[in-house]
């Protein structure tokens, strides 16, 4: 790995660790009172923050965006050597269980396998539900981790909550927006560059949208030149400004084709995945990593149907996915 990278990976950890620390850039007030954002606009005790937007008369608007019926598979194959933020990990064994030394069950012989998963469900393709991102240890909707996180799995804000995500996706190809074959590392999307993009390629963000970024970033993994260590180390992806205007603007849900989905090393040095913090925490909307959206820049595929129905194990942090876009 080069010394960039290295630099890179020094900052980020530097940045988490100040975040785990709860310097006072991130502090929350020890008075007592909550914090301004606690309040959110779908009141107290909300669970799904922003998959309220997720309205009948919006999901059949979505559905009308499908004329060709063409099915794009976004979530990235996934296996025990996909670059993870760590200490994510995973491992896969196939079993044929009772069946060592017979011929399976029954006179029709019949044998099967099965698997065993280990590992983390926020690894590869994934959702991040809303009780992942906090602010020195509170959470969306002002909820302090001692009262909703036990070892045990999420007491609320768990996914098992989150019936899923069908609304109007949109595919900012923020590689076509810069000129480039992949956006280097390290480059945010601002505010005026998501405006300049989708009005560049013809689409109009909306409250209620699933925003998806395209930098072909994942052509680290599977390109010409593969390079993994570069794909986990650094990224393009949100930057602050960018997180506030799509807040601003109301999405449900904001997703990317990296690990992280926004800007790596951070815009300020020593802060740690801010935007994280602006959607999820502030805002109760949903983040998407790994998304492979390659063949919808490849088509110039914008807006579309998009469909998501996430394994619902209860208490879970995040999940392992495969959403579907629909042109």
Known sequence: MGTFQNRARLRLLAGTLAAMAAGPLLAHDTSGSPPDWAQTRWGEGDELGAANHMTP???????????EGKVYSL???????????????LSLTILQPGQNGNSGLGDNTFTYNDDIFMGWLGIGPQIDGLGHSGEDHLYYGGRSYDDFAPASGLTELGLDKLPGLVGRGVMLDMAAYFGTDMVEGGTPYTADDIRAAAEAQGVELREGDVVLFNSNWMNL?????????????IEPGLGVSGAEYLADIGV????????????????????????????QTHNGIYILENMDTRALAADGVHEFLFVLGQARVKGAVQMIINPIAIR
């Not at 008369?57 to 004329?67: C, D, F, M, N, Y």
């Not at 979530?75 to 990990?89: L, Y």
């Not at 690990?259 to 802060?271: H, K």
């Open 57 to 67: 008369e919006r999901v059949k608007q979505a559905a009308g965006l499908v004329t």
């Open 75 to 89: 979530g990235m194959i996934v296996g025990a050597d996909t670059p993870a933020f760590p200490p994510r990990s």
């Open 221 to 233: 993994l599977d390109g010409d030149s593969p390079d993994p260590k570069t794909f986990g180390a």
């Open 252 to 279: 449900m849900a904001v997703g990317a084709d990296t690990w992280g989905m926004e800007v790596v090393p951070a815009e300020t040095e020593g802060q740690a995945f801010r935007a994280h913090q602006i959607l």
